[in-house]
């Protein structure tokens, strides 16, 4: 382990990140590494972002070429984006939420969803490990006096909402990158961290023990919820995550494209149709003009031009323009409307039969998710079960879309209202900076911390997991026979810990593929392993991707029937490891990994 | 010996010479010199300038350093790029009402600035108020004395144009067989 650097990377769903930190030196200062990437057909430019898109070369297209691979025919970035907006059909966007998606194989080409035949396929996995590996190359070549990510350590963000299987296929990326040494750590906490290392020693004098933080992350693609405490630990401040929200398909993209309806809308009643090409430059347009609206209180409306395609601009090009009041009324109160504590968001019942896509969150309201997200971990009835509820006293923001203040303060005013009721004190706002670039940032900070030099945030795994277990019963026509949980993780779980061994045994044939069913709880923080669940409320448990476990027929026959127990336990890396262990072993300590996230389909979609 | 050119090709010279002064320094500094010393001798390296550029059929070298001018073209693809500047500049205007062309400059405006500022750190040569009195103690380079230009140091006046330099340029690596040329390929929509 001698590695020299540790690497802070925000895979994010539409950018993603690069901070650098220096281990061992005297300099613990983080900076950020700028990447380089194909911007332009035959340009390539240094970025403090690297867009999240890949895209593939069509025949008709000259090679991608990089500084250090110029027969490239799949490039990531910038130019990425933009021609994958001209051939939408050829990129692959948004990897990160088809990652977490147990709908789909994660392991086998899938991506692009609508690909034409001469393009093969990638999962999301081989979707994630393509950004890891151009952001490897791209390091490479910025210091090629420090090798490879591979000699680092890396330290990569997932969301705080992935369950364990989306974070064991991150890893997996991870190491098909050549990233041997990597940590897994939640965005939200990253966010804190890299508050903690901008603000230095004066952190601990804006917080104090008892404060509850509340990280509001809301990026391009996906929103993501925290608590994070302030507690007394061996005389001094320590802090401990309490609380995850669940995964938020929602981000900026969804306000820029709502924008851009809105005003395509007031076009098409003017007689102007737009195309598919004209509505993606609407959404860029709308974005540009939402951040001048928001930003400049004294402006009540902004042009918006859509040039023409050909190459006469004049005569061809369609104006229409974007209101303050268009900006206020569908993204504050479509997107954060002032609502009551009490308000959760709705529920769109899916249709029988869907297509192959994201399951987008049906209700754009954040501040709605908000609302659900405190109601469970915050405001709840102590006497409910939930434990430990308490509202938070303080807000850190993260994310692009919360760069525009007029959102933050319609979310501290919209907490502020709910805390006001119960009696509590108003939220403070915790000032971050670089809302962009933090997570990387707090990420390569993180790597600093595990090597001792700052306060680590406790907090272990964000959910406790169960097995599904068929209880026996006799055969009844029309009753499917209930399903009890036992619980093989407990909440809050720390890294390089095990659970206690279950004593329920479960009995599984040699050679045969058994799966189970697998769900995971945000919100039951008591359960002991081995505890059996007969009943659960609705919500309490989210039903996961099933789980599989092969007994390889070694030393036993085909067909046998092995009783075996679950145990948990939590790599270093962070991510979780279930195994079987035999009852009966034929070796000492005989066991068998369970693999998480196998197959598509839950059996409750 | 040097023969005078028509006016034409004078023309054409002096508006193809104007962007490569503007972009290319190597050229620009010939240029200068070839000002300082007054009517040449020698007429100038006929390849230096590209009017008179002999196509060169031998050797084809795929080594050889990019053109000169590439980071002109570069600059212009890019400004064509994120603000349509060279349809905008090569569409006639003049049958046009002013309000369309105002939302096509907003096109451009915004692009070309977008563009500018992601390449380019353009400061003001000076940061008083344009129309404020000043005093320069000696001449220097970045600020051009206009109107009654007579007399010695220091010199009284009015700021009119507070004057631009570029202070960082970072235009895009060029990177595999791209032909510089195409600031704007053709567009085929297949369905």
Known sequence: ?605 | MVTSLPLLSRLWLSWVTSFRILFDGRFAAQLALLREAGAPSEPPAPAELPVQVPPAPAAPTPEAPRGSNDSALQLLTLLQREGRFVDFVQQEVASFADAEIGAAARVVHEGCRRALRAHARVVSVRNEAEGSSLTLERASEDVKLVGNVAGSAPFRGVLRHRGWRVEELTLPTVVGAHDATLVAPAELELS
Not at chain 1, 92 to 99: D, E, H, T, V
Not at chain 1, 286 to 304: N, P, T
Request: net charge negative.
């Open chain 1, 1 to 605: 382990m001698s590695a020299k650097f540790v690497v802070g990377i925000d895979l994010g769903t539409t950018h993603s990140a690069l901070a650098v930190a220096e281990l061992g030196g005297t300099d613990e200062r983080v900076s950020v590494l700028e990447i380089e990437q194909l911007v332009s057909a035959g340009s390539v430019a240094k970025r403090p972002l690297l867009p999240s898109f890949l895209y593939f070369a069509h025949e008709s297209e000259p090679a991608l070429s990089l500084p250090w691979d110029s027969e490239r025919r799949v490039c990531v970035g910038e130019f990425a984006r933009s021609r994958g907006a001209e051939a939408p059909q050829r990129v692959i966007s948004s990897a990160k939420s088809w990652l977490s998606y147990g709908g789909v194989d994660r392991r086998s080409g899938t991506l692009p969803l609508n690909a034409p035949d001469d393009i093969e396929k990638i999962s999301p996995v081989e979707t994630s490990f393509r950004l890891l590996d151009h952001l490897n190359e791209a390091f490479r070549a910025a210091r090629p006096a420090d090798g490879d990510l591979a000699e680092q350590e890396v330290v990569l963000t997932v969301p705080a909402s992935f369950d364990a299987g989306a974070r064991d296929l991150t890893v997996e990326a991870a190491l098909a990158a050549g990233f041997e040494q990597v940590t897994l750590l939640e965005e939200p906490q990253a966010a804190l961290y890299a508050w903690i290392e901008q603000n230095g020693d004066a952190w601990r004098s804006h917080l104090r023990a008892g404060d509850r933080v509340l990280v509001i992350d809301i990026g391009g693609g996906t929103t993501d919820f925290s608590l994070i405490d302030a507690v007394e630990q061996d005389g001094s401040l320590g802090l401990s995550r309490v609380a995850v929200g669940d995964h938020i398909l929602l981000g900026g993209d969804n306000m820029d494209l709502a924008l851009a309806h809105v005003v395509s809308q007031e076009l098409a009643e003017q007689g102007k149709e737009l195309d598919r090409f004209q509505l993606g430059a609407l959404a860029h347009a709308c974005r540009g003009a939402k951040e001048k609206l928001l930003s400049d209180a004294s402006l009540q409306q902004v042009a918006v031009v859509l040039p023409s395609r050909g190459s006469q601009l004049l005569g061809g090009s369609i104006r229409g323009e974007l209101r303050r009041e268009q900006v206020e009324r569908y993204l504050l109160d479509g997107f954060f409307p002032a609502v009551s504590a009490t308000e959760l968001p709705k529920v769109r019942p899916r249709a029988g039969l869907t297509q192959v896509g994201l399951p987008y969150a049906s209700d754009p309201a954040i501040t709605k998710h908000l609302a659900a997200f405190l109601a469970r971990h915050a405001f709840a009835d102590p006497a409910s079960g939930a434990t430990d509820a308490r509202p938070p006293t303080a807000i850190l923001f993260n994310g692009g879309v919360l760069k525009a203040e007029i959102l933050r303060t319609r979310v501290i005013d919209t907490l502020n209202g709910w805390l006001a009721q119960r009696g509590s004190a108003k939220a403070r706002v915790l000032p971050g900076e670089d809302l962009d670039l933090a997570v990387a940032r707090g990420a390569a900070y993180y790597g600093l911390v595990r090597h001792g030099r700052g306060l680590r945030i406790r907090g272990g795994t964000a959910r406790a997991y169960y097995v599904g277990i068929e209880n026996p019963m006799p055969a009844l026509p029309g009753m499917e026979p209930p399903v009890f949980a036992l619980c093989v993780a407990p909440f809050g779980m720390e890294e390089g810990t095990s659970a206690a061994l279950p004593p329920q045994e479960l009995f599984v044939v040699v050679g045969e593929p058994v799966t189970f069913r697998f769900f995971g709880s945000s919100t039951r923080r008591t359960d002991p392993a081995g505890s059996v669940l007969e009943r659960w409320r609705s919500g309490e448990l989210e039903e996961l991707p099933q789980i599989e476990l092969v007994l390889p027929a070694a030393g036993r026959a085909a067909g046998d029937v092995v009783a075996v127990q679950l145990q948990a336990s939590v790599t270093a890396i962070g991510t979780l490891k279930l195994e079987a262990v035999a009852q009966t072993p034929l070796v000492p300590d005989e066991r068998w990994q369970i693999e998480l996230s196998v197959r598509h389909g839950s059996s409750a979609a």
